[in-house]
Nanobody, 122 residues
Framework: QLQLVESGGGLVQPGGSLRLSCAAP??????IGWFRQAPGKEPEGVSCADSTGGSKNYIDSTKGRFTISRDNGKESIYLQINSLKPEDTAVYHCAATWTCGDRGIPDEYDIWGQGAQVTVSS
């Protein structure tokens, strides 16, 4: 059974950094996206990496701070987050789809991980 598992979340001070990992065995031919869901809000697409290394970013406030990458040899996808802000606090999920869309719409993704909590607070 194909499964995605996130790791690397935690409590970080504003301005700090962390790297989220998504273990994705069997997903090398899939596009993998990162979503985040803040309390009381709908999930929003953050970024997506296709199977050949191309990527898309969906949130203007994260451009230049969030970087998606993937290592097919390790069957993993990463989200490097720098200069964290309190408004980045959310549960971050990775999810699989056939190809990265232009808008990061959750309904376009077929398989989801359980999520990793990221809390940005002093």
């Amino acid at each position: 059974q194909l499964q995605l598992v996130e790791s690397g979340g935690g409590l970080v001070q504003p301005g700090g950094s962390l790297r989220l990992s998504c273990a994705a065995p069997g997903f090398n031919n899939w596009a993998i996206g990162w979503f985040r869901q803040a309390p009381g809000k709908e999930p929003e697409g953050v970024s997506c990496a296709d199977s050949t290394g191309g990527s898309k970013n969906y949130i203007d406030s994260t451009k230049g701070r969030f970087t998606i990458s993937r290592d097919n040899g390790k069957e993993s996808i990463y989200l490097q987050i720098n200069s964290l802000k309190p408004e980045d606090t959310a549960v971050y999920h990775c999810a699989a789809t056939w190809t990265c869309g232009d808008r990061g719409i959750p309904d376009e993704y077929d398989i989801w991980g359980q999520g990793a909590q990221v809390t940005v607070s002093s």
